[in-house]
């Protein structure tokens, strides 16, 4: 039943893409078509999870994502954002920092920074300040497709100075109307109690889907958001990430561990995996003695050896979780599409990456991911054959725990000439726009408590668990209730220094009033004493 439902439903929902499809054509595009980037109209036609971001985002009613749509579609037209590179932004903007990618959230999610401090308000830098969002925000979206950020606007030192409230309102926009779907959270670092007129401005600008996603804390509450691993230490993190420019910061993929033990460099990994393919046998297919030097063919041999490698593959996958999803690319096949799961069991200790050549060629790979030292990956880097399937098995090593902000890189790259060329010279000379990328974040499995027992536990031991549970509850009772205590005292707070203020305001009205009596009645008098009696 609940699968038919689940049927059903999925049913709708192409119905609603297909559509929002017609209907953008049939009363978008029918007057002109210099309105929009036609590579945006080309993807709204291709890609269904597009259509389906904005449909989500306004709760699946046509005629308001359609709206959203055309709103969107119009402002990358006016900013020509498909075609914002590093350099179409000035050089100075990169410099300062008030803006970058770096870290993630503890539920996984890309931190995006805003330094207000950095920021100042400037009319004639406006426009090239919001083509430098537009540049990060594209930039994600290209790299991780369908993940989304988590905003943090760190407050320290910032003043009223450095708040503008026309480029505010442009980020709300941008996660409100021009990437939907695109924000998981909005945190507001140390915000200075005097700002908190302009926020709940900003507030009513949010709408009420995005309202929930507005986050504010203190330096001691943002650890509730974000790992000590990605916190700078003047919010009390252990990260040294520093800011610079250039390069743009990027996610740190790096080569992972081999099950041979730590690698000292990159080639001399790839070498060392280029003297392992003559022991693997769609490795060996590579060697270039053996694709260039004639040999006798014996079928028997063949034969043999294609059986070994059948057991040594499935002896190496054996126990590794399977993936249930696939993403195509112009090169490889990627499975899973999106996330590798890892849990605390011992059966869910290793993950299979499946990649399949859907060239005529070969095809160069290599994974690499951010956290080296937790991870095991065979094969890292080697070759694939026209039409066949290469299994990875990514495993954790030792007592590691996988964690939601660990990311895996899959690179891929056609060679012309396999065989004939080592993978780590190739890599060397491969031209960046040739090499595919496809990224894969990790998903951590909830552990699963060990059953129950009834023949060792007995109704005391039942008794004792329900007592636990109960205090658990009682515990998250009060903990909520102290939570809610503070925020109630921390308003409270604000609202009488916001009182206190208003009062020495009028005061000092009040006594530049009787100041300026006074200098009227001194100017009055000395006027009148002037006067021949």
């Not at 009060?478 to 609202?495: D, G, I, P, Q, Y």
């Not at 009787?514 to 006067?531: F, G, I, K």
Request: contains cysteine; charged residues 25%; negative net charge.
């Amino acid at each position: 039943m609940a699968e038919l439902e689940q049927h059903e439903g999925e049913q709708d929902i192409e119905k609603k893409i297909e559509e929002t499809r017609q209907r953008f054509k049939n009363e978008f595009l029918q007057d002109t078509t210099d309105t929009y980037d036609s590579k945006d109209v080309e993807r709204l036609q291709t890609e269904d999870a597009l259509v389906e971001s904005y449909l989500q985002w306004r709760m699946y009613v046509v005629d308001d994502a359609l709206k959203m749509i055309d709103e969107s579609f119009q402002w990358r037209k006016e900013y020509g954002v498909n075609d914002l590179t590093e350099s179409s932004i000035p050089r100075w903007m990169f410099e300062t920092g008030a803006l970058y990618l770096h870290g993630y959230d503890k539920e996984g999610n890309k931190l995006f920074w805003f330094k207000v401090k950095l920021h100042v308000k400037d009319a004639k830098t406006i426009v090239d300040k919001k083509k430098y969002v537009a540049f990060w925000l594209e930039r994600y979206a290209k790299k991780e497709p369908g993940m989304p950020l988590t905003v943090v606007f760190d407050m320290a030192e910032s003043g009223l100075g450095n708040i503008d409230m026309e480029f505010v309102k442009y980020i709300i926009n941008c996660f409100k109307i021009y990437y939907p779907r695109f924000l998981s959270k909005m945190i507001l670092v140390d915000m200075p109690w005097i700002m908190n007129a302009a926020w709940k401005i900003v507030k009513s600008w949010l709408g009420p889907e995005a309202i929930s996603k507005l986050k504010f804390a203190s330096r001691s509450e943002i650890q509730g958001f974000i790992g000590l691993e990605y916190l700078p230490p003047h919010m009390g993190g252990t990260d040294p990430f520093k800011y610079s420019y250039p390069p743009l910061p990027d996610d740190d993929f790096q080569t992972p561990i081999s099950e041979n033990g730590p690698i000292v460099s990159e080639d001399e990994m790839e070498s060392k995996d280029g003297e392992m393919e003559g022991k693997d046998a769609f490795e060996s297919s590579f060697n270039s003695e053996i694709a260039v030097k004639p040999k006798k063919v014996n079928f028997l041999e063949d034969s043999m050896r294609s059986e070994d490698n059948d057991r040594d593959t499935s002896a190496r996958t054996k126990g590794a979780r399977k993936p249930l999803t696939t993403f195509k690319g112009p090169l490889l096949d990627v499975s899973p599409a999106e996330e590798l799961s890892f849990g605390c069991a011992e059966s869910d200790k290793k993950s299979l990456i499946i990649l399949s050549n859907v060239t005529n060629n070969h095809v160069a790979f290599k994974v690499r991911t951010t956290a080296p030292e937790k991870y095991r990956v065979k094969p890292s880097n080697s070759c694939c054959e026209p039409g066949a399937s290469v299994h990875i098995v990514v495993s954790l090593h030792g007592g590691s725990q996988a964690s939601p902000q660990d990311r895996f890189l899959v690179m891929a790259a056609e060679m012309d000439n396999a065989g004939l060329q080592e993978l780590a010279q190739f890599w060397k000379e491969v031209p960046k726009p040739r090499v595919m990328e496809h990224r894969l974040r990790c998903h951590v499995l909830e552990s699963v408590k060990a059953s129950v027992n009834p023949l060792r536990d007995g109704p005391a031991e039942t008794g004792t668990s329900r007592q636990q549970e109960f205090n658990t509850t009682a515990l998250d009772d009060n903990l909520t209730f102290t939570s809610l205590m503070r925020v109630m005292t921390c308003n409270a707070r604000m609202e009488q220094k916001l009182n206190t203020c208003l009062w020495v305001q009028k005061v000092l009205i009040g006594l530049v009033l009787v100041l300026v009596v006074l200098n009227l009645l001194c100017l009055h008098m000395l006027s009148a004493s002037q006067q021949p009696s």
